[in-house]
């Protein structure tokens, strides 16, 4: 018995396979503690969410506009027979019932100045905005041939102006509308639409609209975050927005004018022309006004990549780093018969994983170039010092320090790129393993079985 268990002993002391096998478990144990940093950094993530939907909530969310648009209520004569007891005859009479038509600005002008700045609730940070709106533009004559909608079943004196907006919480000024050379005030209806209504009082004058255009004017001050966006229901509608935004993502169903288009550091412009042609409507509509909110464009306010985002992208390569460190131990201990104990190795696992928990919390607080560079330098500097006294051998601590230090500059490389962080990876992968198989090569496998 004594002998079986001296056997078994000797075997797992010298066999490479036991060696090998010996690492592959502990590898697979320190998955353990390495899924709950995942989830560490996954839910502080989500935290980092939570406040800021609140902050943007708080402040104003994502803008759309539409507007202004003229509503005009008329009447359709209905038939209606009333059955008379004393004649015992029917008696017809007409029965007026009431009808709105909606139409939408001939020329619809918008300039927009957009200012973004952060805000910060304990650690966490959300970028908002504030925009100015100048909108100009005109109504020409107003088609109710359609309907065959005689002139005088129209109630010219009961029309209306209005605006829409997804966003009645972040409005920071009396929305007034200047119509030929009347203002009016707009006030908000009731309405659990997406699209919130303002609404002015009844307009004078309005009638003359058919025979010359009137010109509106209009400015608005709103507060939002995550986009701005407008609908173009001018027959010819014409966006220019300039920010100090550096990040922006111009979408919806319209992108920016080529010409005049410009990104830098310091900020943004763009501009839009969008005909009639190029939408899926026409200029009025009658009885109801359907939500034109999926006809927006405009830009949203991209927020770069986050710390939690790079954190959790760099928590992905964790298990490539603990295999690969620890495989230069094994390497080390097979060619040189270094005796390492597993204990050690499992030391070893458990500083790598320690990276990911000290990366987290020091980007909650710096950025995260600093938190990487001092989470890196404590756990490769606390690695090798260990190794230095596991290997007793200069040469073999300079291995581990330049393996190490090779290995989370090539994640952090990684981490940084977007459009290639794939090829990348993918090259430098290859790399290490050409590394792995010249300096493999002369060794005997089949040693120690």
């Given amino acids: 018995?004594?002998?079986?268990?001296?056997?078994?002993?000797?075997?797992?002391?010298?066999?490479?396979?036991?060696?090998?096998?010996?690492?592959?478990?502990?590898?697979?144990?320190?998955?353990?503690?390495?899924?709950?940093?995942?989830?560490?950094?996954?839910?502080?993530?989500?935290?980092?969410?939570?406040?800021?939907?609140?902050?943007?909530?708080?402040?104003?969310?994502q803008v759309v506009l539409n507007g202004p648009i003229l509503k005009v209520p008329y009447h359709v004569y209905v038939e209606e027979k009333v059955f008379d007891e004393k004649t015992k005859t029917f008696l017809t009479s007409q029965k007026p019932e009431r009808h709105t038509a909606y139409f939408f600005p001939w020329e619809l002008n918008i300039n927009s100045q957009v200012q973004t700045k952060p805000?910060?609730?304990?650690?966490?940070?959300?970028?908002?905005?504030?925009?100015?709106?100048?909108?100009?533009?005109k109504f020409a004559q107003l088609d109710f041939s359609t309907k065959e909608i005689k002139e005088e079943n129209i109630l010219w004196?009961?029309?209306?102006?209005?605006?829409?907006?997804?966003?009645?919480?972040?409005?920071?000024?009396?929305?007034?509308?200047?119509?030929?050379?009347?203002?009016?005030?707009?006030?908000?209806?009731?309405?659990?639409?997406?699209?919130n209504t303002l609404e002015s009082s009844y307009l004078a004058d309005l009638q003359e609209i058919q025979e010359q255009p009137?010109?509106?004017?209009?400015?608005?001050?709103?507060?939002?975050?995550?986009?701005?966006?407008?609908?173009?229901?001018?027959?010819e509608t014409n966006v220019a927005m300039k920010s100090n935004w550096h990040s922006p993502s111009f979408?919806?169903?319209?992108?920016?004018?080529?010409?005049?288009?410009?990104?830098?550091?310091?900020g943004f412009e763009a501009k839009w022309k969008v005909l009639e042609t190029n939408r899926r409507f026409g200029q009025y509509f009658f009885d109801s006004l359907p939500d034109l909110s999926d006809f927006s464009f405009g830009t949203e306010f991209l927020v770069p990549i986050d710390d939690y985002q790079k954190t959790e992208r760099t928590s992905k390569y964790g298990l490539m780093i603990i295999g690969?460190?620890?495989l230069v131990f094994?390497?080390?201990?097979?060619?040189?018969?270094?005796?390492?104990?597993?204990?050690?190795?499992?030391?070893?696992?458990?500083?790598?994983?320690?990276?990911?928990?000290?990366?987290?919390?020091?980007?909650?607080?710096?950025?995260?170039?600093?938190?990487?560079?001092i989470s890196g330098i404590a756990v490769v500097g606390l690695i090798t010092i260990y190794s230095r006294s596991i290997l007793k051998n200069p040469k073999f601590t300079l291995l581990i320090l330049g393996s190490m230090f090779s290995l989370y500059t090539f994640i952090f490389?990684?981490?940084?790129?977007?459009?290639?962080a794939l090829l990348v990876g993918s090259i430098g992968l290859f790399i290490i393993l050409g590394i792995i198989m010249f300096t493999s090569r002369r060794i005997d496998w089949s040693g120690g079985q």
């Fill in 1 to 61: 018995m004594t002998t079986k268990k001296q056997k078994i002993g000797n075997w797992f002391k010298n066999s490479i396979s036991a060696k090998m096998l010996t690492v592959g478990f502990l590898m697979l144990i320190l998955l353990i503690p390495l899924g709950f940093v995942k989830d560490l950094i996954r839910e502080r993530g989500f935290r980092q969410t939570e406040v800021i939907e609140e902050i943007n909530t708080k402040w104003g969310n």
């Fill in 119 to 137: 805000l910060e609730r304990g650690i966490y940070e959300s970028v908002v905005f504030s925009s100015e709106n100048e909108i100009k533009g």
């Fill in 330 to 373: 094994l390497l080390i201990q097979i060619s040189s018969k270094i005796a390492i104990h597993p204990f050690q190795y499992l030391m070893i696992g458990l500083a790598l994983v320690m990276f990911y928990t000290l990366l987290i919390s020091i980007s909650e607080h710096q950025n995260y170039l600093i938190a990487y560079l």
């Fill in 251 to 266: 979408n919806g169903n319209f992108l920016p004018d080529t010409e005049g288009k410009k990104i830098s550091s310091a």
């Fill in 413 to 420: 490389v990684i981490i940084q790129l977007e459009d290639y």
């Fill in 157 to 195: 004196d009961k029309a209306t102006l209005l605006f829409k907006t997804s966003n009645l919480k972040g409005i920071r000024n009396t929305v007034k509308v200047t119509l030929g050379e009347k203002e009016y005030a707009l006030k908000p209806k009731f309405d659990n639409a997406y699209m």
């Fill in 214 to 235: 009137f010109a509106f004017e209009s400015k608005i001050a709103i507060n939002g975050s995550s986009a701005l966006q407008f609908i173009p229901i001018g027959k």
């Fill in 324 to 326: 690969l460190t620890l």
